[in-house]
């Protein structure tokens, strides 16, 4: 399942499992609820989602970007 983990602790440009050969890359849907479980120390639900891997892979920097925009762009026709 294509995803997207958009995050300040994200390095710029990121991109896991790119490769279909990278085993730690394989995620499913259960990588979403296995991650808020060890982000706040809860127990897993299921044996699915105690062996798959988490997305804390792609929050990968210690201090939180400061180079998002403050201010979206204006949109066309208004």
């Known amino acids: 399942v294509p995803g997207l983990v958009i995050s300040a602790y994200t390095q710029k440009g ?5 490769s279909r050969d990278d085993a730690k890359a394989m995620f499913d849907h259960t990588s979403i609820l296995a991650t808020v479980e060890a982000r706040f120390g ?3 639900l299921t044996a699915r989602d105690q062996a798959v891997n988490r ?7 210690d201090v939180p970007r400061t180079d998002a925009p403050a201010q979206l762009p204006p949109q066309p026709g208004s």
Not at 14 to 18: A, P, T
Not at 55 to 61: E, P, S
């Open 42 to 44: 809860l127990p897993p």
């Open 14 to 18: 990121m991109v896991i499992g790119n």
């Open 55 to 61: 997305l804390d892979v792609a929050l990968n920097l």
